[in-house]
């Protein structure tokens, strides 16, 4: 995929609503379609995840096309189609590209998230908690090695206690806790420290 590409689509997966406002299937389809047809199909994403969902994830191609075949992989671990596209999309990410330089790619995922982080104690989360952790659900991936390799040691250790607050919280649909506030706190404490070792 050419880096332009890679850049656009990462941006439209970190910040989809400022894309097409509302967040919904049909609107990312025909954003993603859109996109493809206005760079006259040089741009082969939609091709790239549907042989990756076919090869490694068990989704066979169908009449569907790839976003049935995202539906199947969302399916499958009980997941939205919206959270599902975001997780296929940084998985072909992780496997495709080289994660041992700094990229736009690294730095927009980090940045991402770091402002999801920040977002914590807003109001708008507080009574909005399950559709803000729907993102969250979508970008944060653990259990990618790539996804590791973002973040030093100490911030790593941090987002995974927050990973794991809010998962449990996604996962009980209960209310946003204090724990997980702390948890903000702490984080922001361990990336500002490593701002100033800089």
Known sequence: MREIDLNTIMHFVTRTEMYIGDVSEN???????????????????TKLISELLASNYDCRKMAMGWPGQIREYSNKRNLDW??????ITLKYFYKTQDFSFESEFK?????????KIDQINLNWVRTGFMKWSDEWIGLVDLNEVEFQSIWTETELKSL?????????????KTELTDRLLDLRNEYQAITKSNTNTL
């Not at 730095?107 to 402002?115: D, E, F, M, N, Y």
């Not at 990973?163 to 009980?172: F, S, V």
């Open 27 to 45: 609107a990312i389809t025909s954003f993603i379609r859109g996109y493809e047809t206005g760079t006259n199909w040089e741009c082969k994403f």
């Open 82 to 87: 919206i959270i599902g596209f975001r997780q």
């Open 160 to 172: 995974k206690l927050l990973n794991a607050e809010i998962n449990r919280i996604w996962t009980d």
């Open 107 to 115: 730095s927009v995922l980090k940045s991402r998230i770091t402002s």
